[in-house]
C-alpha cells in the first residue's frame, strides 16, 4: 500500500500566510503531524471568536452605558431649560 501524502497547503508556516516560509515541509510532506495543520477552518475561525466574544460582550456594556448616562443627562438638561 503507498502511504496518501499530505497536501503542501496543510503544512504549518512561521508566519500563519501563504507566504511564510514552511516550518519543516519535508517532514510535513511525509506525514508527521507535528508539522501540520490538524484543525479546519471552520475550528480555528470558532476558537479565535470565543477568546473575543467576553472583549465584544464588555465593550457593548460600557457603550451602553455611556449612553444611558448620556440620556438622563440630556433629560436633565431639558428640565432645567424649561
Known sequence: LEQATTP???????LQSREGMFVNR???LTGI??????QGCYTVILNS???YVYL?????????A????AMIFAMCLFRGIQ
Open 56 to 64: 465584544a460582550g464588555a465593550l457593548t456594556i460600557g457603550v451602553l
Open 26 to 28: 519535508d517532514a510535513c
Open 33 to 38: 503531524e507535528r508539522f501540520q495543520n490538524r
Open 66 to 69: 455611556i449612553e444611558l448616562f
Open 8 to 14: 503542501e497547503a496543510c503544512c504549518q508556516r512561521e
Open 49 to 51: 471568536f470565543e477568546t
